[in-house]
């Protein structure tokens, strides 16, 4: 079995591990709208969102007849009608609406960081956290750092293309992230 180099998850497939760090630590998000641009870790993500260009919205609350695009969007709403908090901490018992808002509250007890920065090493509970921080490093812009090389980018698109020139990588979901490889400054594209 391989582990992640950043948390405990594993896999016996070195492109499941690898994926796991490229998303989950380093956020990339291979998949892209081609309507507004907006990118996704998995397709399925990017399907439901086209969703929202078409108007579709497939699930309707029983209670307000509002509609959602997503399955546990529509269900999250609906316990909130209800009251209902269904997932709670076994260690001080707040509850939380959504599985994922527990796992993330949970962190805060077991000392869980798993989302990890390229630049400086810091590690975070959150995704949203750790994309906070990073902005730090590039003066605001969101950053995007080449997993190859020092150089990190504003845009994501831009960083493709950068690893596609000068790496002669196409997909990122094939490349092993070195994070010592992203600690000095490169370029900072706008």
């Not at 996704?40 to 929202?52: A, E, I, N, P, S």
């Not at 909130?80 to 076994?90: G, I, L, Q």
């Not at 000068?166 to 979901?173: K, Q, T």
Request: net charge positive; aromatic share 8%; proline share 5%.
């Amino acid at each position: 079995m391989l582990q992640c180099r950043f948390c405990s998850f594993f896999s016996k497939w070195k492109t499941t591990v690898s994926n796991h760090e490229n998303v989950t630590h380093f956020g990339i998000r291979p998949f892209t709208c081609d309507i507004c641009g907006d990118k996704f870790t998995k397709r399925v993500g990017l399907d439901k969102h086209k969703m929202l260009h078409t108007g579709e919205k497939p699930f309707v609350c029983g209670v307000c007849g509002h509609a959602f695009v997503q399955r546990c969007t529509w269900r999250e709403h609906e316990r909130r009608h209800w009251e209902t908090k269904p997932f709670s901490c076994s260690i001080c018992d707040r509850e939380f609406v959504t599985r994922r808002s527990l796992l993330a509250h949970e962190r805060m007890h077991n000392g869980e960081r798993p989302f990890l920065c390229a630049f400086c090493g810091s590690t975070f509970t959150t995704r949203s956290n750790l994309l906070s921080h990073q902005r730090r490093h590039t003066e605001g812009k969101t950053p995007h750092p080449c997993p190859m090389c020092p150089k990190h980018y504003a845009k994501n698109r831009s960083l493709l293309q950068h690893m596609a020139k000068v790496h002669a990588v196409s997909s990122p979901d094939n490349v092993v992230i070195d994070v010592t490889a992203n600690t000095e400054d490169g370029d900072n594209d706008s």
